[in-house]
């Protein structure tokens, strides 16, 4: 993954408009206002072109002017800066004394110095910036592999994008895709990976490196933007796993044709849970804390321990943890069906209540969450 760039503070593409594409690449970083850094070095340049003139123009009796000595004006003092300074030197201003000439050394000499630096070193670090920030994004376009795509960084993308990280998965292993650059700059503070674009362009996705991701959550606000963007990141990676977020339940079927995985009508989930909470408020109440990741309650999938194969279902935990399904070979049994395991196998996975968990990067499992099941880890 790019956790090297990550640590760095790296962005691809300063907040600066650079050029015109359809995208850009965003890491979290933190630096002055363009502007400002323009403005302090343009300051810079004209306060050592200002001293260069006045002190010429103090010792204006040791300038020759093309054979007229001492009487040059200030805009000729003005004039020998210029050309001083920016290393031009036509050779008709020149000192005569030799305190004028030390003057040249000792003062004129260092403000020249200091003028090109600003001058010369902000186009060069400006040509820097940019190269080495295309090399970077190629350098993480080419190791990202493997992550978690967020279409769409609303409150449901940003709830996603926060259930991930709390339960251990790495923020530089998830890409946001969003169109504004207000939420970009929303997931470089929680220091996830930014790509600004419209999600429902390939050339869009492509930079989000779509194509290897291992799952895809799409968190757009309108139906019909998630169904496009379904249809375009399924015909660009027919292999993840793809969330989905719904308004009306009625689209449904059309975002499981256009190659969801997964969908989760949210309007009629909240309108579900809510009047539960009225008519049952204590299951209301559950159903919130298991929603909540790390306090509570949780629901997690996770593969079976050593000491748990040959055991029963029921014997699992001894009774710490609650057995709602087992899940062998892409099977989901149910504990109220009567195809229930009754034997754990080495490679079934067991769905669970239990207490929450604090997880690390390296002991991670699916957490089932309000938008889908999460893989928080391998």
């Given at each position: ?235 660009l990676n027919p292999s993840a796993n793809i969330v989905c977020a719904v308004r009306e339940a009625n689209n449904t079927q059309i975002l499981r044709q256009s190659g969801a995985d997964s969908i989760i009508p949210t309007a009629e989930s909240a309108g ?107």
């Amino acid at each position: 993954m790019a956790r090297r760039w990550l640590r760095e503070g790296v962005t691809f593409r300063q907040n600066e408009d650079e050029d015109d594409e359809a995208s850009r690449i965003v890491l979290p970083s933190r630096g002055l206002n363009p502007a400002w850094q323009i403005g302090f070095r343009i300051l810079i340049a004209v306060g050592a072109l200002l001293i260069t003139a006045i002190i010429v123009y103090l010792e204006r009796d040791c300038y020759d002017d093309n054979g007229v000595l001492g009487e040059i004006t200030f805009i000729d003092a003005l004039y020998y800066a210029t050309v001083s300074l920016s290393t031009t030197g036509y050779g008709d201003i020149a000192p005569v004394c030799e305190s004028a000439r030390l003057v040249n050394v000792l003062v004129i000499t260092p403000l020249r110095f200091v003028f090109l630096i600003v001058l010369i070193g902000t186009t060069v670090e400006v040509l820097t910036k940019r190269t080495r920030a295309e090399l970077r994004r190629r350098a993480w376009r080419r190791k990202v592999n493997d992550h978690t795509v967020i279409i769409g960084f609303g409150v449901k993308g940003r709830s996603a994008a926060s259930m991930l990280l709390e339960n251990g998965v790495p923020a530089d292993e998830i890409v946001v895709v969003a169109r504004d650059r207000e939420p970009i700059d929303d997931a470089k503070r929680m220091g996830i990976v930014g790509v600004q674009g419209d999600g429902r362009r390939s050339d869009v996705l492509h930079e989000a490196a779509t194509e290897r991701a291992k799952q895809i959550i799409i968190a757009t606000d309108e139906d019909d933007t998630t169904v496009l963007v379904t249809l375009t990141v399924r015909r660009l990676n027919p292999s993840a796993n793809i969330v989905c977020a719904v308004r009306e339940a009625n689209n449904t079927q059309i975002l499981r044709q256009s190659g969801a995985d997964s969908i989760i009508p949210t309007a009629e989930s909240a309108g579900n849970l809510m009047a539960l909470t009225l008519i049952s408020p204590e299951a209301g109440a559950l159903m919130e804390d298991l929603l909540e990741s790390r306090r509570g309650l949780e629901v997690v999938q996770r593969p079976i321990t050593k000491e748990e194969l040959g055991l029963a279902p029921s014997e699992i935990k001894g009774g710490k943890e609650i057995v709602l399904a087992v899940v062998r070979d892409g099977d989901v049994r149910k504990f109220n069906e009567d195809n229930l395991v009754r034997v754990l196998d080495k490679n079934d996975q067991l769905v669970v209540i239990r207490e929450a968990q604090v997880r690390d990067g390296d002991n991670r499992e699916q957490v089932l969450g309000p938008a889908g099941t999460y893989t928080s880890g391998d």
